[in-house]
């Protein structure tokens, strides 16, 4: 039964890609798109649950972060694939890069780590942060997404809210720099600024007992690498079919919001809530278990990911293949982004958190999904 529950949605995903690719006609074709859509959703949902179950396996063999980056790097992937599919398919969708991407930080600023400081809140009172991890990511999120989405209304070189070829170039570029720098930060030299602050305290002895230390004093576990190859090769497998199942659910959603008039807006936040959902989860279980760090960690690295490495590639995509996409946002949605990175830097600076903090940060995440409807 546990067999059928960790490999059953692959083969449910695998089954469902073979008919779409190879039997089903072509998708705008479909007959009763809602239901096909529903399904769809269902069974990546599953598979993309199934991703963080095998990245999770991965972290408990090889430790964090890199448990973290795994599950991140593989959201990465399916949210570049999608994109790439908005802009390819029919005439394209200029703002579908901009939309995910401003929904991107949206979910992981007021949904995953709101929630999880309400959650955290409810269960343990005020909650402990490590200021100097916190600190990096958002000192990494504030000027990245500002590049990405507020320089485009200023910039001189191309018309409207859009970004010169050489622009999007050095931008591409100073994000993956910035990204390689981080990770070195993260996994090497400052890492212990990403650990929960309590288990500092802990006695050496208790630690020198469970692992080894290398002459540096960096924490290191034997790893038994045959015992990793298995659940890399499911994650893998559970990757590929589910960025081919979800780029035809991604037509599917950009068809039928268009047939409801529903705002184009929605289709990037859709896909972004989507692709972020195990790691959403996996932030309120975490905060439930009073390891709120944890939580920010995984919420702050797949925003920091989205910018630092589904940007740069999708600038290099559309910069080779001579796409047109718009990154600017609109006032208000630069009034909301602004408002939400303020208050989570805020919220995040004073090395504890409330459940009144993560009230005012789930709220504005609120506020975003209103002002698509209502703008």
């Not at 960025?243 to 047939?259: D, N, P, R, S, T």
């Amino acid at each position: 039964m546990r067999n059928i529950k960790i490999y059953g949605p692959f083969f449910v995903a695998l089954t469902a890609a073979c008919y779409l690719y190879l039997l089903a006609p072509s998708i705008e074709l479909i007959d009763y798109r809602v239901g096909v859509a529903a399904i769809l959703f269902i069974v990546i949902l599953l598979g993309i649950f199934r991703v963080a179950y095998f990245a999770d396996h991965l972290a408990e063999m090889l430790g964090e972060p890199y448990g973290t980056l795994l599950l991140t790097i593989s959201a990465t992937l399916i949210e570049v694939a999608v994109m790439i599919t908005a802009l390819t398919h029919g005439d394209g969708n200029p703002t579908f890069v901009r939309d995910t991407i401003t929904a991107t930080l949206f979910i992981i600023l007021g949904g995953m780590m709101g929630l999880s400081m309400i959650i955290g809140g409810s269960f343990h009172l005020d909650q402990s942060i490590n200021t100097n991890g916190a600190s990096m990511y958002l000192g990494l999120l504030i000027p990245l997404a500002l590049l990405t989405l507020v320089l485009p209304n200023f910039t001189t070189s191309t018309i409207g809210p859009t970004l010169a070829l050489s622009q999007e170039v050095f931008i591409g570029i100073i994000a993956l720099a910035l990204y390689a720098v981080f990770i070195f930060a993260q996994t090497k030299r400052y890492r212990n600024y990403f650990d929960d602050p309590f288990p500092f305290a802990a006695s050496s002895e208790k630690l020198a007992s469970s692992i080894d230390t290398d002459k540096k004093g960096h924490e290191v576990s034997p790893i038994e690498w045959k015992k990793v190859l298995l659940p890399t090769f499911w994650l893998g497998a559970y990757l590929i079919v589910i960025i081919l199942v979800i780029e035809k659910l991604a037509i599917l959603i950009g068809l039928g919001y268009a047939q409801m008039g529903f705002p184009k807006t929605l289709n990037g936040t859709t896909v972004a809530i989507l692709v972020l959902a195990p790691e959403w989860l996996a932030c309120i279980y975490a905060a439930k278990a009073n390891h709120l760090q944890r939580s920010l960690n995984i919420a702050l690295g797949s925003g920091l990911a989205t910018l630092s490495l589904s940007v740069p590639v999708m600038l290099f995509w559309v910069a080779y293949h001579h796409h047109h996409i718009i990154l600017g946002l609109e006032s208000r949605e630069i009034v909301m982004l602004l408002t939400s990175l303020w208050v989570a830097h805020v919220s995040l600076s004073t090395g504890k958190s409330n459940i009144m903090q993560g009230a005012i940060l789930f709220i504005l995440f609120i506020s975003s999904i209103f002002l698509i409807f209502n703008p």
